[in-house]
């Protein structure tokens, strides 16, 4: 699941998408131009840099406002923000996560204001140190989830794009770069820092693209739309299908067209955001049968000779029942998943084609299971076995299914060799493991998603990437094929 909304994957970096719809834009640098009654489809989107040291596995705030300041001061500012949103840091680096769909004045705005409240992260501490943050310690070797404390709740940023006048006839991105690395101190307290970036419009005409797992709630075969209901985020969205909708039903639903779209379903989705608001269904696969639980974790650790794997939860969608729920699951707890002859593997590919020269590419079984990976679950109700209290609270449970999803990182390029590149100077998740993983060998393939960038060829050895994609565990060191590679 990849997503930012739901069921989300393993990442550094986080796309929030705003979209103010309506006519048009031209991007021009101003400083006269007042606030017009006309308005602008525009796109605004946050992502995120790692820490480096500790390995914080989650990191969620809340948004509490986002507005563009006018030149004129007898304007007032244009929020851009609907209401307070909480979003996940960590999950996404290279793409983006709905906000909101709204429409923006046509005029000149000369910065862009937003407002922050209550982080909350889960860390990993892998180092020989003991962390205290809130009354909260955290001793080597353990997970916790914490809340930080935030130095300062409002930014402004007014660099380029900005000054920005917004007129014309076509739509405008924005990317709101949160910078982990440098937003999150010594003793992990977070002090906000951003910057603003206008994203080049996609060949498909959309605004932005980004991935959403929920479960359905609705199917309107009149006009071939369903709703979505989000976990994390607890978003209600409506979604568009057209003919050229794909669908990976697989043998619950042989027909992959619209028709297998069923109430009750949990299923991932790749949504192409529109200019005049429409969000348009690119891809829909099936993720969990009619009612049935699902979660998704980033694996901390691998126990070959138990069969198990332990990861940290990331995101669930609970069944009609609250299984789940009455299991004690929250983000950020630990969790030891076990895995049976009767577990089922599979593989998120996502649209893309895995290659099949090089190493082999396997995810079907334990030994295939590595630090890093984001996986999605299918629980044995009977098997949720909670245990302690919490931050301590471990849950253990048995996988009926196991999925592949994408996993997110941000690393700097050691080498380059089109059409591959190696990845060193990994997040602590990676370099921490037992055995340590240095190196990250990454695979771009047909499909592969270049954002910044034209594409390997414009890469070189020192460069920082985001890199989304699915994670296996190879020879020598891990293969990472890409899905998406965002450069820094």
């Known amino acids: 699941m990849k997503h930012a909304l739901s069921i989300f994957s393993l990442a550094t970096a986080i796309v929030m998408l705003v979209t103010m719809l309506s006519s048009c834009d031209t991007r021009t640098s101003s400083t006269t131009t007042g606030i017009t009654s006309q308005a602008v489809s525009a796109s605004f989107s946050i992502s995120d840099t790692p820490p480096l040291g500790i390995a914080i596995l989650r990191f969620q705030i809340e948004l509490t406002a986002a507005s563009l300041q006018p030149s004129s001061n007898s304007q007032q500012p244009v929020s851009m923000l609907p209401a307070p949103t909480t979003v996940e840091l960590i999950h996404l680096q290279s793409e983006s996560a709905l906000l909101a769909n709204l429409n923006v004045p046509t005029g000149t705005y000369t910065s862009l204001t937003v407002s922050f409240a209550n982080p909350q992260m889960t860390i990993f501490n892998q180092s020989n140190m003991e962390y205290t943050v809130d009354g909260v310690n955290c001793l080597p070797g353990q997970v916790c989830t914490v809340t930080p404390t935030l130095n300062q709740a409002t930014l402004t940023d007014d660099v380029a794009p900005l000054p920005i006048t917004l007129s014309g006839t076509s739509a405008v991105a924005f990317l709101l770069h949160f910078d982990v690395n440098a937003s999150v101190q010594g003793d992990l307290s977070v002090s906000p820092t951003i910057s603003l970036n206008e994203l080049p419009p996609l060949p498909s005409g959309a605004l932005e693209q980004f991935h959403v797992t929920g479960r359905i709630t609705g199917v309107n075969t009149q006009d071939s739309t369903f709703t979505l209901q989000t976990g994390f985020g607890n978003s209600s969205l409506t979604i568009s299908t057209n003919p050229s909708t794909q669908y990976q039903f697989g043998s619950v639903c042989t027909a992959d067209n619209f028709s297998c779209l069923m109430k009750g379903e949990v299923v991932s989705v790749k949504v192409s955001d529109m200019s005049g608001g429409t969000l348009q269904a690119a891809e829909v696969e099936l993720f969990a049968p009619q009612f049935q639980p699902v979660l998704e974790g980033v694996v901390i650790g691998v126990s070959a000779a138990q069969n198990q794997a332990q990861l940290v939860l990331i995101d669930f969608q609970d069944d009609p029942q609250g299984d789940l729920a009455q299991g004690k699951m929250a983000y950020g707890l630990p969790l ?64 009926s299914n196991l999925q592949l999803e ?74 990472l094929v890409a899905e998406r590679v965002y450069q820094r």
């Not at 100077?425 to 998603?449: K, R």
Request: hydrophobic share 40%; net charge negative.
């Open 336 to 399: 030891t998943v076990q895995l049976s002859n009767t577990t089922t593997f599979s593989i998120n590919a996502d649209g893309i084609t895995l290659p099949t020269t090089g190493p082999t590419l396997s995810f079907a079984s334990v030994n295939d299971v590595i630090v890093g990976q984001s996986l999605a679950v299918q629980p044995v109700i009977s098997s949720i076995k909670p245990s302690g209290t919490p931050p301590s609270i471990q849950i253990a449970l048995t996988a």
């Open 406 to 479: 994408a996993s997110e990182l941000t690393a700097m390029i050691e080498t380059v060799n089109p059409p591959n590149f190696m990845l060193d100077q990994l997040p602590p998740l990676f370099t921490g493991a037992t055995p340590s993983i240095s190196e990250i060998d990454v695979e771009t393939v047909t499909g592969t998603n270049f954002v910044n960038l034209p594409g390997v060829s414009a890469l070189a050895g020192g460069d920082t990437v985001s890199v989304g994609g699915l994670l296996f565990n190879t020879a020598t060191a891990p293969t």
